[in-house]
């Protein structure tokens, strides 16, 4: 440590306000006055706005947010105050939990639909694929039969599913049913449950979309609030909006 460090310095002390003027209360220094003088210009530049936006005002000007605005006590209250009560960076944070709440559900909704399909399999839909036979000649083409082709009788042909051969329609078919139910009943019981199965999958499809919809919309609009000039690119119309940032210079 140098000598000039360890030497005791004397200590400056702030004038005080004179015993005469001691009514008025601490004496003003600099600071005190810049911050008085700031705030007093602050005031100015407000009121100047002010008297110059009532002297260029319309006295026929009118728009519609002019019937939903209320004073109370003579103070204007804005309806997006409560909006308004929350920073841009807390409303981006709840919008990612509410994205991250959607996008939970829309794997729980695929989920549900993955099993129900394998447990249906679609049997009563149309088929979309084709089921193509090759044969030698233009002799074998023309003498083509399906049923006899595939062992079944022509009136079970366009089925997906549960096409038995002509043999197995030959042998004694034993059908027994739950809780001594007649046949018809059975039959009835089952196609009522599979009808209710492929509603509900309908359904569920719907609210799988419905929630991508949704979560797709608050991923545009979290990503929309990112700080940055940005410039809107998506079309009208779209139901997501695009934006592009314009390049800045980092430093």
Known sequence: MALKDSVKKRTHKERSQP?????Y???????????RAKDFHKKEAAIKILRRKA???NPDEFYFAMEKSRTKDGVHVAPTAQANAYTADEIRLMK???VGYLTLKSQAEKGKIEKLKENLHLLGKSASNTHTVFVDSEQDVASFDPSQHFDTPAELLERRFNRPRTSQLAEPIVVS???????EKATSRATKSSKRAYEELEHRYARERALARTRDHLEGQRKGMAPGRKVKVSKRGQ???????KAERKR
């Open 19 to 23: 015993s005469s003027r001691r009514k």
């Open 25 to 35: 209360g601490l004496l003003e220094k600099k600071k005190d006055y810049l911050l």
């Open 55 to 57: 002297e260029e005002k």
């Open 96 to 98: 990612t939990q509410d």
């Open 177 to 183: 049913s739950t809780k001594g139910e007649s046949l």
């Open 239 to 245: 139901s997501v909006k695009q934006f592009r940032w």
